[in-house]
T-cell receptor
Framework: QKEVEQDPGPLSVPEGAIVSLNCTYS??????FMWYRQYSRKGPELLMY????GNKEDGRFTAQVDKSSKYISLFIRDSQPSDSATYLCAMSYRGSQGNLIFGKGTKLSVKP | DSGVTQTPKHLITATGQRVTLRCSPR?????VYWYQQSLDQGLQFLIQ???????AKGNILERFSAQQFPDLHSELNLSSLELGDSALYFC?????????????FGPGTRLTVL
């Protein structure tokens, strides 16, 4: 079993839809959870960063962490064609010195 | 634009050759991380440097090595290249060890080994 599992998609939604992206993980030591957005042929861009369990909101984006279920989510409200990208979850534990463990990414397409 | 720069953008070389990838971190960032991204393996951590010293190693092959210089730029050296080394190589940087999880990625170097 891989440490971090992420459905690769592709996921196609109409403009304005609410998008839900998810990752599961097996290592209960993970405490830091990140979401990155990667446009084609570009480097990953940090979207959301959360520590431990709970929710975090930033504009149209909401990140949720449920450590009891080892499950994290990213919600995108009012999705736009410009949100079309690959979304990568990443995790690390205290003392990992920044060694991020990434999911393989979910490719999202938002249709006008 | 993250502020992290990488050169070259593209590199095409032959098996058995050696190449050097270069990364300049964001101004003020002391930590540099190298990652490899391939279609089958996804994004994988290779190695981290902090203020010139190696801090953490991931899935880095013995044929690969890296260093961070006094001006904080970093180089990743790949030698005895194999077809399977073809991938995107990313550099990332962060401010310090306490904020090592907030990493900012460069645009990457696409390596093709023929």
């Amino acid at each position: 079993q891989k440490e971090v599992e992420q459905d690769p998609g592709p996921l196609s939604v109409p403009e304005g839809a609410i998008v839900s992206l998810n990752c599961t993980y097996s290592n209960s030591a993970f405490q830091y959870f990140m979401w990155y957005r990667q446009y084609s042929r570009k480097g990953p861009e940090l979207l959301m960063y959360t520590y431990s369990s709970g929710n975090k909101e930033d504009g149209r984006f909401t990140a949720q962490v449920d450590k009891s279920s080892k499950y994290i989510s990213l919600f995108i409200r009012d999705s736009q064609p410009s949100d079309s990208a690959t979304y990568l979850c990443a995790m690390s534990y205290r003392g990992s010195q920044g060694n991020l463990i990434f999911g393989k990414g979910t490719k999202l397409s938002v249709k006008p | 634009d993250s502020g992290v720069t990488q050169t070259p953008k593209h590199l095409i070389t032959a098996t058995g050759q050696r190449v050097t990838l270069r990364c300049s971190p964001r101004s003020g960032d002391l930590s540099v991380y190298w990652y490899q991204q391939s279609l089958d393996q996804g994004l994988q951590f290779l190695i981290q440097y902090y203020n010139g010293e190696e801090r953490a190693k991931g899935n880095i092959l013995e044929r690969f090595s890296a260093q961070q210089f006094p001006d904080l730029h970093s180089e990743l050296n790949l030698s005895s290249l194999e077809l399977g080394d073809s991938a995107l190589y990313f550099c990332a940087s962060s401010v310090d060890r306490e904020r090592s999880n907030e990493q900012f990625f460069g645009p990457g170097t696409r390596l093709t080994v023929l």
